[in-house]
């Protein structure tokens, strides 16, 4: 795991969290300091992984769309932010531990690829927790 903190001149602006398996890389988690979201900040912060990573495969999970959620309105506001950020729908949901999951990349990604990069995170037994939907 790496972690990528992001930074501007008044300091600690986010942080990513990334996995890194050979030409693949899942942004595990990515946070904005809430006193610093809608600036930008998170926009330049994908903008600049993607150019740094040019032979990397970026994906990441989101919850899937669901109107009865209880947070229905963020779900689908963090899925509009990546989409208008250059990501796209890939078509592949997984269960991670309980949650289920929609995949969204900025390349073309393949079920298979996502459940390499799952076996490398939690080894051999990784089908446990983590179900195709």
């Known amino acids: 795991m790496i972690?990528?903190?992001?930074?501007?001149?008044?300091?600690?602006?986010?942080?990513?969290v990334l996995a890194?398996?050979?030409?693949?890389m899942l942004v595990d988690y990515f946070a904005?300091?809430?006193?610093?979201?809608?600036?930008?900040?998170?926009s330049?912060?994908?903008?600049l992984l993607r150019r740094r990573c040019p032979?990397?495969?970026?994906f990441l999970e989101i919850e899937t769309e669901d109107a009865s959620a209880e947070n229905a309105a963020q779900r689908k506001?963090?899925?509009?932010?990546?989409l208008r950020n250059g990501m796209k729908e890939t078509g592949i949901c997984w269960r991670l531990f309980g949650v289920e999951m929609e995949i969204?990349?900025?390349?073309?990604?393949?079920?298979?690829?996502?459940?390499?990069?799952y076996a490398f995170l939690y080894g051999r037994f990784w089908f446990l927790p983590i179900r195709p939907v």
């Open 20 to 24: 890194v398996c050979q030409d693949l």
């Open 55 to 58: 032979g990397k495969k970026i």
């Open 32 to 42: 904005v300091a809430a006193g610093k979201r809608d600036r930008g900040i998170g």
């Open 3 to 16: 972690l990528l903190t992001i930074q501007e001149e008044s300091g600690f602006a986010g942080f990513f």
């Open 104 to 117: 969204l990349s900025f390349s073309d990604l393949s079920r298979e690829e996502s459940a390499r990069m």
């Open 77 to 82: 506001k963090r899925k509009l932010f990546y």
């Open 44 to 47: 330049q912060a994908l903008g």
